[in-house]
């Protein structure tokens, strides 16, 4: 009889761990689907941002509001992944740099106050981008670092869930080399 309790006692205890996991993984879950939304936010404003600049560039030089033009194509690509999500991201970041660059030579249009105005709106949108980039990383941390405890790790994949990708920069965007942990 008291190896029916202990059985009763064990599977009570297995079924409460299992609900309180579930529970705190679909938490952890849904603040790293807020953080990617919030990135695709940003993305948005700044997409939106870009026509508004072709207009003010384009009386000013064909290449630079070519090269816009190019960035607003990069618009309808979107990543089904968080890595090509990231390397979309990046390959605008760089052309909007360059574009920064190129402006550079035209004193007349450095001095217009429409351009002026929307490149401190691309600054903001750039910083609240990465803001963004990181609050989803540091969601994507908490939720990775979940599945690994104890009890957690007991549980995560028979219940569905994975491990979530980071928001990486590109290769060749990387100042410094990554430390091996491992050595």
């Known amino acids: 009889m ?15 761990l299992t609900w309180v996991v579930y529970n705190r993984m679909v938490n952890a879950h849904n603040i790293v689907k807020e953080a990617y939304s919030g990135i695709d936010v940003q993305l948005k404003k700044r997409f939106e ?13 064909k290449h630079e509001a ?20 990231a390397s ?13 660059i190129h402006i ?6 450095k001095s217009n106050t429409q351009f002026l105005k929307l490149m401190d709106n691309l600054s903001t949108i750039e910083n609240e981008l990465a803001m963004s980039r990181r609050y989803f990383n540091g969601a994507t941390r908490d939720f990775n670092t979940k ?34 942990l491992n050595n």
Do not use: C, H, W
């Not at 008291?2 to 409460?16: D, E, F, N, P, T």
């Not at 870009?50 to 207009?55: A, E, G, K, R």
């Not at 550079?104 to 249009?109: A, G, H, I, T």
């Open 2 to 16: 008291i190896g029916v309790y202990i059985l009763i006692a064990i599977v009570v205890i297995i079924l409460i």
């Open 49 to 61: 941002l870009i026509p508004s600049l072709v207009q003010v560039v384009k009386g000013y030089n």
């Open 66 to 85: 070519e090269t816009l033009n190019s960035i607003v194509k990069k618009r309808n690509i979107s990543g089904e992944t968080v890595n090509e999500m």
């Open 88 to 100: 979309n991201d990046a390959t605008v970041t760089n052309q909007l740099r360059n574009f920064k």
């Open 104 to 109: 550079e030579d035209y004193p007349d249009l």
């Open 147 to 180: 599945m690994g405890v104890f009890p957690a790790v007991l549980f995560v994949k028979m219940l569905g869930f994975k491990e979530v990708e980071f928001y990486q920069i590109e290769e060749n965007e990387k100042i410094i080399q990554p430390v091996d």
